[in-house]
């Protein structure tokens, strides 16, 4: 916490979980601000994907133009990056996407929650990745899996060091894939906060505010290639599992 | 701001001051988090996808389907052209047909015509010579009387006896020589 004079700023406090109606414990079940900003988001892509394709029309609305490229641009990632056997889980790529983009942009409004800078949330989504990456990949391919850490177009000496090297990244995976996500989003809304504190003083709140803005359009930008980072990752991870080993 | 929000939460919070590690919290942000993405799950698998898909599917087609139209449409149009352009080809040659024909049909009337005037022409001129030899004629005739009758008159004039035949001969053989 940055403390100058009789200046407090508390950048951090926006990411306390709290109840909703209550001052009681969080427990699993409790309605709190993370429940409200989780439900918006998935409000919000509700109205996008669902009513905003109500009328089918062939010449589109803006709104189901808009569904319509997001799905044609994650269906068209999925089959570029994880090959034509992925599509069969585009989608939970597209679940994936809609959910982060959804969250992060969402989290810009002022006052707001943002669900996807805390690392509760985007480990489950990487271990989910990770899971079931790595099951898929043992259920499609059995033992075979394991041969993607064999580099078998190295030198036989080098092999072995090479595949400690692939599993440790492999198990980094996750780590990096949520760290990546949340830490973007803490950072990016912590110095928000930070210079929202520093406009209260009058000396230097133009500055601040106008520092305020530019950052708020750079986090905007984070925010959706946040999302997009993530999903061509699973894309990736995906490719491991599903794809052919010439592509 | 931020100190506004400060208050109320402050027991939850630890004194690390990340809430992000606040461990306790966790359960409730997993559960929920769960719950949100099978909704969206179920909104996309059971709602949105399909309907997107059917609608791109069916775009699609439509495009398809026009563009085979319009494919159609412009094999017709030069179908037509081209039919267009052999009627254009077939007329020209039978005007030309046509126009040989019809100077085939003047050039023979001309031909009678200038063989019935050639005919004419030279019957005329006959006619005409056979007058001017007759009129030729008459005119010796003439002269040959004149030249009698004059003769003749000299003769009695110059006191003479007019003895015809002989003035006939003597004349002839004048106009002769």
Redesign the interface.
Same mark, same amino acid.
């Given at each position: 916490m940055a403390e100058t004079g009789g200046l407090q700023i508390h950048p951090m406090d926006q990411f306390i979980v709290k109840p909703l109606f209550n001052d009681g414990a969080v427990h699993w079940y409790t309605p709190t601000n993370v429940t409200l900003w989780l439900l918006l988001a998935v409000l919000a892509i509700g109205a996008l994907m669902v009513l905003g394709t109500r009328r089918r029309a062939i010449v589109p609305t803006r709104s189901q133009s808009v569904a319509e490229l997001i799905y044609g641009f994650i269906h068209d990632m999925v089959e570029d990056v994880a090959g034509h056997e992925g599509v069969k889980y585009f989608p939970y790529v597209l679940t994936l996407f809609l959910f982060i983009l959804f969250a992060n942009v969402l989290g810009l409004i002022p006052m707001s929650f943002t669900t996807t800078s805390h690392v509760a949330v985007t480990v489950v989504l990487a271990l989910a990745v990770f899971l079931g990456v790595t099951l898929l990949g043992f259920a499609r391919k059995g033992v075979g899996f394991l041969g993607m850490f064999w580099v078998s177009s190295a030198p036989l000496a080098l092999r072995p060091v090479l595949a400690l090297i692939e599993i440790i990244s492999y198990f980094v995976r996750p780590v990096s894939h949520s760290i990546r996500l949340a830490g973007n989003l803490m950072a990016g809304h912590a110095v928000l906060k930070v210079f929202a504190g520093f406009a209260s003083v009058a000396l230097v709140s133009p500055v601040a505010i106008g520092a305020m803005t530019a950052i708020y359009a750079l986090e905007l930008l984070v925010a959706v290639i946040q999302a997009y980072v993530f999903t061509i990752l699973t894309c990736v991870y995906l490719k491991d599992a599903v794809g052919d080993a010439h592509h | 701001?931020? /100190?506004d929000? %400060?208050g109320? *939460?402050q027991? *939850? @919070?630890q004194a690390g001051?990340?809430? @992000?590690?606040?461990f306790? /919290?966790?359960?409730? @942000?997993?559960?929920?988090?769960? $719950? *949100?993405?099978v #909704?969206? %799950?179920q909104?996309? /698998?059971r $709602? *949105?996808?399909p309907?997107?898909?059917? $609608? #791109?599917a069916?775009?699609k087609g /439509?495009i398809t389907n026009n563009l085979a139209a319009a494919e159609e449409l412009k094999q017709k149009a030069k179908e037509a052209e081209a039919a267009y352009i052999q009627a254009l080809a077939d007329a020209r040659a039978e005007s030309a047909k046509i126009v040989a024909q019809a100077k085939a049909d003047i050039q023979a009337d001309l031909d009678i015509a200038t063989a019935t005037a050639d005919a004419e022409i030279s019957a005329r001129a006959a006619e005409s010579e056979r007058r001017i030899a007759e009129i030729r004629a008459s005119a010796l005739e003439s002269v040959t009387e004149v030249a009698k009758d004059t003769a003749k008159e000299l003769v009695a004039a110059l006191g003479g006896k007019v003895d015809a035949r002989s003035v006939t001969a003597a004349v002839n053989a004048r106009l002769k020589g």
């Open positions: - | 701001m931020a /100190t929000a %400060h109320a *939460a027991g *939850a @919070q001051g990340m809430p @992000q590690l606040d306790s /919290t966790w359960p409730n @942000q997993i559960f929920w988090l769960l $719950v *949100a993405l #909704l969206i %799950h909104l996309l /698998t $709602v *949105a996808l309907r997107i898909g059917a $609608v #791109l069916e775009r /439509t």
